[in-house]
């Protein structure tokens, strides 16, 4: 009689395991291979968001790749080259100084006002810009402070440039450029920059916009940061440097 007791009882068990186990499959608790996939392209696409996310705000806050559009600051730059701009070198610091190579708004300087375009495909552009893997916006450039405020910039008949009566010494310049072909004679106003490139035969810069309203200069407001390295690609990777001259 006691061989039939626990028979009994395993019979009488074995359904609601099945049941348990039935129960616990449907509830989806468990997740399938399927689920599991799905899992992981979220967490991968939350990544990546996030990741997104960081870059956009250290280029704007911090450090933005600049991606070189022209040859105007050949060879200190090249086209292609991927410059990263400190945009924190002017907000502890003091203001740009002569030889560095600044990245600025020329909207109201080179540029008259920003060109009207869609603002979907503009945001779009502006997230790829910024992340330094589409030309920058039309009014943004990159050059080389050459006279700050209060400098008195001369370039004479024989193409030499003169800061407050000192011939100034160029070594970035492009090979067989001078100074510049034409000669000019202008005072940085207070709080501006003059500015031109290192190519000055290929470079639209101060000197192309002094019978413009502001005469061609830059307001230091207007500068986004500093271009203190190159990037990409991996065999220019160095530093831009500041040649030229402090403030004296």
């Not at 696409?45 to 990741?51: K, P, V």
């Not at 589409?134 to 050059?143: G, Q, R």
């Not at 500015?195 to 309203?213: A, I, N, T, Y």
């Amino acid at each position: 009689m006691d061989t039939e007791a626990p028979h009994t009882q395993r019979g009488h068990s074995s359904p609601d395991e099945g049941e348990e186990r039935s129960r616990f499959v449907f509830s989806g608790a468990a997740p399938g291979p399927g689920r599991s996939g799905w899992l992981t392209w979220r967490r991968a696409g939350l990544l990546g968001a996030a990741c997104t996310v960081f870059l956009l705000l250290l280029s704007n806050f911090v450090l933005q790749p600049f991606l070189i559009p022209s040859r105007s600051m050949e060879p200190t730059l090249a086209v292609g080259d991927r410059v990263l701009v400190n945009k924190l070198a002017y907000r502890f610091g003091g203001p740009p100084e002569r030889g560095d190579v600044v990245v600025f708004d020329g909207t109201g300087s080179f540029v008259r006002e920003a060109p009207a375009g869609n603002p979907v495909g503009d945001a779009v552009h502006g997230v790829a810009s910024a992340l330094g893997l589409a030309e920058p916006s039309d009014t943004d450039f990159v050059k080389r402070v050459v006279g700050v405020g209060g400098d008195d910039v001369v370039c004479d008949e024989n193409g030499r440039i003169k800061v407050n009566g000192v011939l100034l010494d160029e070594p970035y310049l492009f090979p067989g450029d001078s100074g510049s072909k034409v000669p000019f004679r202008i005072v940085v106003p207070l709080g501006s920059l003059w500015v031109m490139g290192d190519h000055r035969s290929q470079s639209r810069d101060s000197r192309d916009h002094l019978g413009e309203p502001g005469g061609g200069m830059v307001p230091v407001e207007k500068v986004i940061g500093r271009a203190d390295w190159i990037g990409w690609p991996v065999s220019r990777w160095g530093g831009v440097g500041s040649v030229g001259g402090g403030r004296g």
